[in-house]
């Protein structure tokens, strides 16, 4: 199902990794992404690591769950074997000590739940460097 998909982005072959423990979260987010862009799904950082070998992302939506289980050194991680790699943390609360811990270590921003189509598809095409469609609403009076 394709929801408000712009056609030309579709085309670009951009790649995102969801790496979540949190099956239900990462399969939304999946939903949310693949008309605009490749989107894989990883439950574990090792995974994600062994699959962008070949086929690097261009940006990571990690979860919170792999945030606290791990540690905040998985960012690292990331940033180390894809130093262009951008990671955004998909949280509940992005005032909570490890986001900010995960954005310090080299995290660019995060997503708050509850997620929306808009709001995830906003925030992966700014790390992307897409420009941001807008939108004027037009008083019918």
């Given at each position: 199902m394709?929801?408000?998909?712009?056609?030309?982005?579709?085309?670009e072959?951009?790649?995102?990794?969801?790496?979540?423990?949190?099956?239900v979260t990462?399969?939304?987010?999946?939903?949310m992404?693949?008309?605009?862009?490749e989107?894989?799904?990883?439950?574990d950082?090792?995974?994600?690591?062994?699959?962008a070998?070949n086929?690097?992302?261009?940006?990571?939506?990690?979860?919170?769950a792999?945030?606290?289980?791990?540690?905040?050194?998985?960012?690292g991680k990331?940033k180390?074997?894809?130093p262009e790699?951008?990671?955004?943390?998909v949280t509940?609360?992005?005032?909570?000590?490890?986001?900010?811990a995960?954005i310090?270590?080299?995290a660019a921003s995060s997503?708050?739940?509850?997620?929306?189509v808009?709001a995830?598809?906003r925030?992966?095409?700014a790390?992307?460097?897409?420009?941001a469609?807008?939108?004027?609403p037009?008083?019918?009076?």
């Open positions: 394709q929801i408000g998909v712009d056609t030309a982005r579709a085309v072959n951009k790649r995102v990794f969801v790496v979540d423990s949190n099956d990462g399969m939304a987010l999946q939903f992404l693949a008309d605009e862009m989107c894989n799904v990883y439950e950082v090792q995974t994600a690591l062994d699959w070998e086929r690097p992302p261009q940006v990571i939506l990690l979860g919170e792999l945030l606290l289980s791990d540690g905040v050194d998985i960012v990331f180390a074997a894809i790699v951008r990671i955004l943390l509940a609360d992005a005032a909570a000590e490890h986001v900010k995960g310090a270590a080299g997503i708050v739940k509850p997620l929306t808009e995830v598809r925030k992966v095409d790390q992307l460097g897409r420009r469609a807008l939108s004027i037009v008083a019918q009076g």
